[in-house]
């Protein structure tokens, strides 16, 4: 089986001031083509370790993709570093220079500077990648039966020449094998509870099939995969092995796609021709923001009031004043009123409510941080729930939102 | 100097599932304390990767640190590979034992399972780290002079390790360097013109300052960074540097702090004693969670009204009926009546608001994907902008809302 190696490169990523989100997505094109991904390693902008990881990851895989570094500015070195490393000489790409024209000229409609006219020099030992989004062009070489594509680390940039020409690329190259997956997701119950539930179907999966457990936030993806050459028989078996592995988890399946929670309410709301709004208080947007990260979720979401102070409570959603005052912005009958407010002002079919504590400040000894209160319901009935997290306040946004978002899935399942 | 390699450790890492965030947050704490990462790398749940990981980065740095792989379920296979490669055998911790039980009956609050009780098991051969947080222990092992620590993979987990133990017991046994890092935002200028205008600065800084450019979403951060044994005299030489800097990028300047952009307008917000409130379409609510996303948001920030559908426009915020049937919800004229509606019924000093087309679909050819409008203003003023992005769903997202927030800062400083 062809594997892969992932080299990113950038000072940033060894201080911590980015997150690496190329790497994922890499990971993700690549196994879909049939090429896994055995290592990812991070370096910075410095001579020796680029060359040092080029050298040992080489030793690891066949195939290496390296994205970063390749900016006009001084601190980027990966291009040259490269040209030395394989033993070339720079050079001007004519379809590169007229990339870097067209883009300057036509789309950032700016004068071009001299260092932008350097993005389209190249090693002359290195097959030009052509980059559509951008400016740097993407450079393929190959050395002792390893292929090394190194790729900008704008990740748009980087998307594009993955799909448009390194995975078809690499496919040619190589016979692969197909590799398969089947992911659910679950809610409300943890990672060892969930484990012993399927402890037997778990010692009893063929050796082919792999089972892992990905927790987060309040929820806990499965995921069964498989590789191999015959592609039908491989489908026929995963596909048995996952429709066992729902039934086992069914009572707190929330999709059986590999898809996020938000996805999973958008697409039962189409289903039933329902709509939805949100009344946020210490979620600040938070679970509006999720929703509507889903392309189209305008079928099923019409609005939401964020209000984060007493008075938007009042003015926005028609929050009693008194309820206010006496007992404070969290507690059950703010949510209640709230999800009340919501249904009536944005004439939706079911409404989402939080009031909570996310910290770090605000908590009381009656009201710690962490504490949340959630409605969720629609004309006839509305449902509450009382949550207490003790993490930091983007944890506790993040698992308020799921937690409420599920409560909602539960409650249409229930309530029709 | 110490350096540091970071070992991740999980399947879900290659397939590309999940976002490696657990190392960005590492990083930063390392080199806080003295200790520059020199490289990281995540492997799989198998067994022969693992260990030659082990292998390698031990020849790299003398301080590894490693997350992952804990969990009580069976495809976590990292605890007793440790014990493997350090030559011990498990036995139970006490304490480990103890905190477990507690975190079940006392936090989770559901009995304990016979894996759970697994999780109190250790290699004899280590110093194990307590965990405040859940049930995996920390592992502390040393071997021919370089130091290993086992994390689990849960964020919040190895975060209180790493707070509470790793990082002061890392500081006792080295004599750490003094690193700094001076940071500042832009906003409005792209990377290759920032560039040109400070390649001579950048050319006459001294060998022991490092520049780098961090360009994200519309905004280039600047980093000037050194480290060393005097720390004042470093401090001092930094600053001043630092201080040219920043004169010469004035124009286009955010913040000279390593903060995100909400942060600074919040902080704007806060000095003017001024509030904020947001009407957003296209954005969905993103731009009030950025500004919810900052402890004490409350001081500036009052409310949203996320109006997605057309009847919302018109009922939330008093979108003129007509203007929206006639020039549709991406106009110039839409964004004021929303700004305005939104200043009238949330009461605060300062409205964003926005509307546009964030794709894939929606797009038509006189407004197309990234066609986006922008109003920002106060009771005596409201500014408009158009912009046109080309990108996918969530950057053009997060691109209208950094656009918007900057055009509020700019708008602020000018009208006061």
Redesign the interface.
Known sequence: MVRASIITIG???????????N???????L?KAGI??????????SYD?IWQ?LD?ESKHAPVILITGGL?????DITKSLLCEYFGGKMIVDEAALANVKYIFER??Q?PM?D??LKQAEVPDVCKVIQNKQGTAPGMWFEKDGVIFVSMPG???EMQGMMQDYVIPELSKRFQLPYIS?R?LLTAGI????L??KISAF?TALPSTI???????YGMV?L?L?SSGNNKDLLEKELQQQFETLQSLVKEWMVTNE?EPLEKAIGKLLIAKKKTLCTA?SC???????L???I????AF?????????Y??KE??LGVDHDVLEKQGAVCEEVVIQMAKGALK???TDYAIAVSGIM???GGTIDKPVGTVWIAVGDKNKIVTKKLSF??????N?QLTANNALNILRIFINENG
Request: proline content about 6%.
């Open positions: 000072d940033e990523l060894l201080i911590g001031q980015v997150i690496d989100t790497s994922a997505w890499m990971a993700q094109q196994n896994p991904v055995l290592r990812r390693v991070a370096v910075g902008d370790e990881a040992e900016g006009p500015t001084a601190d789309v950032i700016r500077l260092i932008n704008v990740p748009f997956h992911t943890g990672e060892s509870y484990a012993e778990e792999k089972l892992a457990y990905l927790p987060s993806r995921r995969s590999d946020e979620t600040g947007g938070y679970i509006a923001h929703l509507t990260s392309p189209g979720s305008s979401y019409n609005a939401s009031i964020v209000s984060y102070s008075q938007a003015d926005l002002r944005m004439q910290g770090p400040d003790r993490f930091d306040r983007m944890r946004i």
